[in-house]
């Protein structure tokens, strides 16, 4: 199983609820790329481009998805074609998030100026390109906004079993 969503929209966190419920391991895609690095996910972005951490990206997740878990995958691994493909194989529930929550949660609603301005932007973009493949590819979808972690848990497990009867 795979939690696909953007940045901000809780796939580590709901993540590790849900393997729980599910007695299932928990894979975190980006944690487990920092932890192979030794460095984290915006080091590497810098020191060896995003070319070099895609790449990275794509070996990872398609080694996660291989196994029985619940795999929280990489915000923009959904644009990397052998990724899409094998999430098309599991069931891939999308964690919706706007933009105002996921800024809140990523915490860029702080004053902070032009970087947070540019950051926030950049969210913006990012949504709006990926929301669609998010809709495409997900089996379940499931709100986040304003939602406590326990529900939107719930609610999966719920859609889960309409999903597999």
Request: no cysteine; charged share 20%.
């Amino acid at each position: 199983m795979a939690l696909i969503g953007a940045p901000g929209a809780g796939k580590s966190t709901v993540g590790h609820v849900l393997a729980e419920r599910l007695v299932l391991p928990f894979v975190d895609v980006d944690a487990a790329i920092e932890a192979a690095e030794g460095k984290p996910v915006p080091e590497i972005f810098a020191d060896s481009g995003e070319a070099h951490f895609r790449a990275l990206e794509r070996t990872a997740t398609l080694a996660a998805l291989q196994q029985p878990a619940v795999v929280a995958v990489g915000g923009g691994a959904v644009l990397i074609p052998e990724v899409a493909e094998a999430l098309r194989t599991v069931t891939a529930v999308w964690l919706e998030v706007s933009v105002a929550q996921a800024s809140r949660r990523l915490g860029l609603n702080q004053a902070g100026g032009l970087v947070l301005g540019n950051l926030r932007a950049t969210l913006i973009k990012l949504l709006a390109e990926r929301t669609p493949v998010y809709q495409n590819l997900a089996t379940i979808t499931v709100a986040t906004d304003r939602v406590g972690v326990q529900a939107i848990v719930e609610e999966i497990v719920t859609e889960l079993k309409g999903v597999h009867r």
